[in-house]
């Protein structure tokens, strides 16, 4: 329930903020992109019956205000990482993750205990944040290239990757609607693409 969420707002925020600031995207990549959105809560969608606490109401039920601030925070980030200047290279992600650590020290020096990380889980942790600074980068290129409209839905799509991946990798069963959405995004794509 909270990936599609955040995924969903984190493309919905920067879609209407490049809408709002003169992206003018074709009717039929419009189209697509309609459907991408849709495509998203599809295919991150788990058991939303089951994931839902029906005492607290939808908004109240856990990590529901968790997942809607990360999707705003996600998606302020993709606009201001779009608006840097294109002459700064990838400099506004290396301030990115120095304002990151930072606040990480400040929040492992306030929490009580001590945390620690298992040696056999360092590869993981490098290879996690390679594949995220990797993926930074290649958004930051091609919001300063393309629509930010186009390119933040195009990016919020990773549930349908992750999704795919669980199946290869990890030969987790996918439900008819999962499959569906799958089949939403690559429509969705195909037709911002044609737009």
């Known amino acids: 329930v909270v990936a599609p969420i955040t995924a969903g707002v984190g493309a919905i925020v920067p879609a209407l903020f490049g809408l709002l600031s003169g992206d003018r995207p074709s009717a039929v990549a419009l189209v697509g ?3 991408a959105l849709v495509a998203i809560f599809i295919v991150g969608r788990a058991h939303p ?9 939808w ?8 997942a809607l601030a990360a999707g705003v925070g996600f998606g302020a ?5 779009s608006n840097t200047a294109p002459d700064s290279g990838v400099w506004p992600l290396v301030g990115a993750r120095l304002a990151s650590l930072a606040l990480l020290w400040v929040l492992l ?6 945390t620690s990380v298992r040696a056999e889980t360092n590869w993981l942790i490098l ?3 390679l594949l995220d600074i990797i993926a930074n980068a290649l958004f930051l290129y091609a919001a300063r290239d393309g629509l930010l409209t186009l390119v933040a839905v195009l990016s919020s799509l990773y549930p349908a990757a992750t999704v795919l991946l669980a ?5 987790e069963r996918l439900s008819r609607s999962q499959l ?9 794509i195909t037709l911002m693409a044609a737009g």
Do not use: N
């Open 33 to 35: 992109v309609g459907i």
């Open 49 to 57: 019956a089951s994931a839902l606490d029906g005492t607290a109401g």
């Open 59 to 66: 908004l109240g039920s856990k990590g529901i205000p968790e």
């Open 77 to 81: 980030f993709f606009i201001f990482l």
């Open 109 to 114: 020096a306030a929490l009580p205990g001590r």
């Open 127 to 129: 290879g996690a944040g």
């Open 167 to 171: 199946r290869v990798v990890l030969r």
């Open 180 to 188: 569906g959405g799958v089949a939403l995004a690559v429509l969705g």
